[in-house]
């Protein structure tokens, strides 16, 4: 396996806590800790523009496949909503006070979830975008949100350790999952569905059978928190990203670790915290944003 960065993309004058692929090829947007949401174009590598102003920071952004909508999450707990044919800013959805993390669609139900500080997920249409319920699932922050390939079930990872598990088709809890020593940060089910992968403030990375939901295998992936976890779209790896500044990746049929993008290992990468990844270009380029208020464009071959 070979790694090398093939682009920095600069700009950003605060820590980048997100990215986002649009529908349309070679875009990328990011926000984070600064005054705008970001369009860049991937095939030059270049800034576009600021998409649009936000009054406090941006913790998730989210465009779901099939709709002209991005979707943003903020710290005030508005989402502001980006309607692309219109190119405007149409009316927000307003019902969590506290900061929202995480924004996910269950393409087959045409809902939104939106998961925030406040303990609760709220569930809207995306047709209407009306609110549809609002799911009590913790008394503490829901941190992110992982929906099972077949969309029969979703992970919700949460400040008090736990993941919880629900029946999409009704919003019924099926299992709470133990065993992370603290807070949950990422979640990704493996694209086959047979196992979801949880990535923690505790560095660990646990792996839980998404039939039995008991605990396959625990990584002591990083030095600190695993922020984000992404499977690759073809081919048996997945990526990490961590507050240690590094980024590892992983098979994911046997587990293994065979690569390690850090400054330690030569690599030329962020120097801060590493927030969010993202597999593009058919899984050959992964994208990742840092606190460093960097973007680096980083090529794979397997």
């Known amino acids: 396996m070979t790694v090398e960065k093939i682009a920095e993309l600069t700009g950003h004058t605060n820590p980048i806590f997100t990215l986002e692929l649009s529908q349309?090829?070679?875009?990328?947007?990011?926000?984070?800790?600064?005054?705008?949401?970001?369009?860049?174009?991937l095939k030059d590598n270049s800034f576009i523009k600021v998409m649009f102003p936000v009054p406090t920071s941006i913790y998730a952004v989210h465009g779901p496949v099939g709709y002209p909508l991005l979707f943003t999450g903020l710290r005030s707990g508005e989402v502001l909503v980006f309607d692309f044919i219109k190119q405007q800013l149409i009316a927000p959805l307003r019902t969590h006070k506290a900061p929202v993390f995480d924004i996910k669609s269950v393409q087959s139900k045409k809902e939104l979830l939106i998961a925030s500080e406040d303990g609760t997920v709220s569930v809207w249409s995306l047709e209407t975008l009306s609110l549809l319920h609002t799911i009590k699932v913790s008394h503490d922050t829901v941190r992110c949100i992982a929906v099972s390939p077949n969309e029969k079930q979703v992970a919700f990872g949460c400040r008090d350790n736990t993941i919880r598990i629900y029946d999409l088709e009704d919003y019924n809890l099926v299992k709470v999952l133990e065993g992370h020593t603290m807070a949950v940060f990422s979640l990704a089910y493996a694209p086959d569905g047979s196992y979801l992968a949880s990535g923690s403030r505790d560095a660990q990375v646990k792996i839980w059978d998404s039939l039995t939901y008991t605990e396959i295998k625990n990584i002591p992936a990083h030095l600190f928190a695993v922020n984000h976890i992404a499977f690759h779209p073809t081919e048996p790896?997945?990526?990490?990203?961590?507050?240690?500044?590094?980024?590892?990746?992983?098979?994911?049929?046997?587990?293994?670790?065979?690569?390690?993008?850090?400054?330690?290992?030569?690599?030329p990468t962020h120097r801060l915290s590493i927030n969010k990844l993202g597999w593009y270009d058919e899984g050959t380029k992964l994208l990742s944003v840092s606190d460093d208020k960097e973007v680096m464009v980083w090529d794979i071959n397997f």
């Open 237 to 267: 790896y997945f990526a990490t990203a961590s507050m240690d500044k590094s980024i590892k990746i992983w098979g994911s049929d046997d587990f293994k670790l065979y690569k390690i993008i850090s400054r330690e290992k030569g690599f």
């Open 24 to 41: 349309k090829p070679g875009i990328l947007f990011t926000g984070g800790n600064d005054k705008g949401l970001v369009e860049w174009g």
